[in-house]
Structures are given as structure tokens and as C-alpha cells.
């Protein structure tokens, strides 16, 4: 739990990085329009696969487990005597955890605040499930129940009598968000309808937040808000409440109502584990990530000496690629851990680099298709940093990361951050530095990583 000057959390996910800047993200990679296992053989430059790979699932519990091993070599001159020094690590275990998602007070401001926006419910497919909730009459949808208990009369009788979302006006539209968010923000709402929510929802984590709130002195079982709560405390039910729409009652995967990234964006907490054992993993960063239906933004990180903060907002790239392209990205894959040089100085060496994703081949038939696929980043180490022997370097390098990961293909289903992940199989990091001092003192360093994993049977989504 951190409550320092701009951020105060309790709630996250976590896509992060290996001591020495592994990390998984929740991006993908959508092409054009045909996936045939015909096309698939055709080696024409000019044709892109239609194929959306989330392979970092922004959910709590989402899970990778790597292992592998670790060498190192160094080489340090001072004064024309060069010291020597190689080490290898042969069992090496990380953990990347999606830990619950949260909130950040910046001045007046709320990073991730729980908001609806008009644009969370995408297309007219995804109204008319909604307008669902107020046409069945005979049984009506809770949420729906909820909605109309709220809403202007007249924004309802239009809804009541409206038989596709092609006829809803902007005004039906902006009236029920703006509804929903007057909702969200009672914060005796759970209290109100307490038993038609119960007997509604069957999910076991619906209740075990229930009892953290208890826990936190915020709410009890019931539904009733304890006294004198403060303004976080405030943003934790608005969360609770925005969650009982936006995961509970809209909890049918072929009819979804909402975007599972909203387009004002949730702050996601990344943590990664490393240790020489799976029983004897440590923390050693948390990458606190604002996601939105577009793009997701490293907001700041936090590594086991404090926190450090980075550029706000800085873009790391969409959801959105397009095997072959090459896109700019920040250091948000990179947690060096160097041995000679502390984290103040080394975090403004790592420079913005390029990533790119390339489809290498396919097995199976068309119905069920394992899709393999590379993913390279190449970022740039300079500039120039103090090192623990008390002398400034001028440093220059490059760090080069490759994962290899494959996605399962099913046919005609419908591409959705539910159905179409990636699985990482491998991931491989080379670090190469080089530092020459003002007293020509000099210091090479070459790392490299090699680590594998099945992230689909170490995931437990």
C-alpha cells in the first residue's frame, strides 16, 4: 500500500519486467482481413493477417511463470590494469502477476477514476444487447431495473420503446451514461438493492470484495457505509459499485455490453517476482500502467529502493499492431539491475527504442491453428551516469529482447481480448554496455538471458 504525494493505491494488475528488463504487456497484433491456412503459406509482402493477440491479459490473477538461466561478464580498466569478471546463475524463476486494478490521486485530479463513457459501449451490437435490459418487459434485466429507477422519464419511455440501437439519438445515449455515473457515485447503492444484486450475481469474487471493504472499515456485508469516510475511501466504492455494471451484470461473453477497457482508462498495477526458486520469489518491480481500449501508458514504476517516476503518460503503444511495422516504444520492458551503477543513474540512460512483430509459420488445420510469432525490441543505452567507483561514465549500449509466443486460431469465432491471447514460449535478453570515464577508465558488460515458459498452462485465467 503507498500513500505518498500523487498516489495513493489499494486495488492493481501488473505486466512488468525481469531484473533486467523482461516484461509482458497487453498489446496486440491485428492485421488486415483473411486467415486461411492458404493465404497463411502465401509469402506476399503486401498481405497482412487479421489476427488480435493479447499476450499480457490485463485481469487480476492473470499468471507467467519463466525459468531459465542467467551469465554475465564484465571487464573493468583502471590505470592499464584490467580486472576480469564472468558468473552464471543456472536457476533463474520470474513471476509476472496481474494484481488488482487501482486508482492514483494527482493533485485534484484521479488517475483511473471509475467513469462510463458513451464510448464504452462500442457499436450498435453492443447497444442493442443493452436495450435488452429495458425491452423484456415480462423479466426485466436488473440492470436495467436499476437504470429506470434513475433516468429521466422520457430518455425511458424512448429507451421502452426503441427495437434497435440504429434508432437511438445521442441524446438516449449521453442520458444513459450519465445515468450509470450518477449511480455508480450513491454510495449507499449496494445497501438499496442489496438483495436483488445477491440474487443476481453468482460470482464468489463479488463477494470477497464485499468482505474487503468489511475488512477496511469501509462498508459492512450489508451494504451500509460506516461514517467519516474520506475521499479515497469514496473512489474504492464508486470502483465497487462501477464494477457490479461493468463485470457482474455484464457478465455474458457473447453478448457483451461494455468495452473491458474503458476508454477513460484503469490504472493496472504490473509486479514481477524473481528468485532462485519458485518457493523463494521476491518483488523487485511494480509498473503502474493506465490501459484504455487504445493504448496504455507507463505512468510510473516502482523497484524495491523507492519509486521512481517517469515521464507521464508516455506512450508505450497501442493494442492495435500490424505484423512487419516497426513501432516506437519507451523503456517500459526494462528493469536493469546492473551490478556497478544505482538505479537513479541508470534509469535516464535506457532511451525510447523500436519494436517489431513477425509472423514465423502456422500448424494445424484452419479450425484450430497454432499461429507462431516473434517479438524483437532493440532500445538504446546512453548517455552518462555516476558508477559506484565514484567517477562519472560516458555510457553507450544497446539492449535487444526476442519472445516467442503462439496464439491458437478457432476458426470463424469472433477476435476479443476473451478468446484470442497469445502465449509467450520463450523470451531472450542481450544487454551490451559500454562506459569509458574522463581518467580513461573503462568498463564493458555483456548479459544475456534465456528463459522459457508455457503461458498457457502457467496462466490461471
Not at 485481469?59 to 525459468?67: A, H, S
Not at 520470474?94 to 467513469?115: I, K
Not at 437504470?147 to 424512448?158: G, N, T, V, W
Not at 521512481?308 to 500490424?322: A, I, L, P, R, W
Amino acid at each position: 500500500m503507498i500513500r505518498g504525494v500523487w498516489i495513493r493505491f489499494s486495488l492493481c494488475l501488473a505486466l512488468a519486467t525481469l531484473v533486467s528488463m523482461t516484461g509482458l504487456f497487453c498489446n496486440s497484433i491485428s492485421d488486415a482481413t483473411k486467415t486461411t491456412v492458404e493465404y497463411i503459406t502465401d509469402l506476399s509482402t503486401t498481405y497482412f493477417r487479421k489476427d488480435t493477440l493479447f499476450f499480457f491479459y490485463p485481469q487480476e490473477g492473470f499468471q507467467v511463470d519463466f525459468y531459465g538461466t542467467k551469465s554475465v561478464s564484465y571487464q573493468k580498466k583502471e590505470d592499464g590494469v584490467e580486472k576480469k569478471r564472468s558468473y552464471n546463475e543456472d536457476s533463474l524463476y520470474a513471476r509476472f502477476t496481474t494484481e488488482r486494478d487501482t486508482f492514483l490521486f494527482s493533485g485534484d485530479s484521479v488517475q483511473g477514476r471509475a467513469q462510463f463513457h458513451v464510448k464504452d459501449i462500442q457499436t450498435n451490437f453492443n447497444w442493442d444487447f443493452f436495450l435488452k435490459a429495458f425491452t423484456d418487459t415480462t423479466f426485466p434485466i436488473l440492470m436495467g431495473k436499476i437504470i429506470a429507477d434513475h433516468i429521466d422519464s422520457k430518455q425511458l419511455d424512448s429507451l421502452v420503446q426503441c427495437d434497435s440501437a440504429y434508432k437511438l439519438t445521442p441524446s438516449n445515449k449521453d442520458s444513459v451514461i450519465n445515468t450509470l455515473n450518477r449511480i455508480i457515485g450513491v454510495t449507499n447503492f449496494y445497501q438499496q438493492y442489496r438483495s436483488e444484486i445477491n440474487e443476481f450475481v453468482w460470482d464468489s469474487t463479488f463477494y470477497e470484495r464485499l468482505s474487503q471493504l468489511s475488512k477496511e472499515n469501509i462498508m459492512d456485508t450489508f451494504g451500509v457505509v460506516n461514517t467519516g469516510i474520506d475521499t479515497y475511501q469514496q473512489e474504492i466504492i464508486r470502483r465497487f459499485n462501477y464494477n457490479i455494471f461493468s463485470t457482474y451484470f455484464d457478465n455474458n461473453p457473447d453478448e457483451p455490453v461494455f468495452t473491458p477497457f474503458p476508454v477513460l482508462g484503469r490504472v493496472y498495477t504490473l509486479s514481477v517476482k524473481e528468485g532462485p526458486t519458485t518457493n523463494q520469489l521476491s518483488t523487485i518491480a511494480r509498473r503502474f500502467m493506465k490501459v484504455n481500449d487504445t493504448a496504455m501508458h507507463q505512468l510510473f514504476f516502482q523497484v524495491a529502493n523507492g519509486i521512481v517516476n517517469t515521464e507521464k503518460d508516455s506512450k508505450f503503444s497501442g493494442f492495435y499492431f500490424s505484423s512487419g511495422l516497426v513501432w516506437n516504444v519507451t523503456p517500459l520492458l526494462f528493469h536493469l539491475d546492473l551490478p556497478f551503477i544505482s538505479q537513479q543513474e541508470l534509469v535516464p540512460l535506457v532511451q525510447p527504442g523500436h519494436a517489431q512483430i513477425v509472423f514465423d509459420s502456422v500448424v494445424g488445420t484452419y479450425e484450430n491453428a497454432k499461429k507462431f510469432y516473434r517479438f524483437t525490441v532493440n532500445t538504446s543505452l546512453s548517455g552518462e551516469a555516476l558508477f559506484n567507483d565514484g567517477k562519472q561514465y560516458t555510457v553507450s549500449g544497446a539492449v535487444v529482447l526476442t519472445a516467442g509466443f503462439y496464439n491458437r486460431s478457432f476458426g470463424n469465432i469472433m477476435y476479443s481480448v476473451e478468446n484470442d491471447r497469445g502465449h509467450f514460449r520463450y523470451m531472450d535478453i542481450d544487454i551490451e554496455l559500454y562506459g569509458k570515464s574522463a581518467s580513461k577508465h573503462e568498463l564493458r558488460y555483456s548479459e544475456k538471458r534465456k528463459l522459457v515458459t508455457d503461458s498457457l498452462n502457467s496462466s490461471s485465467y
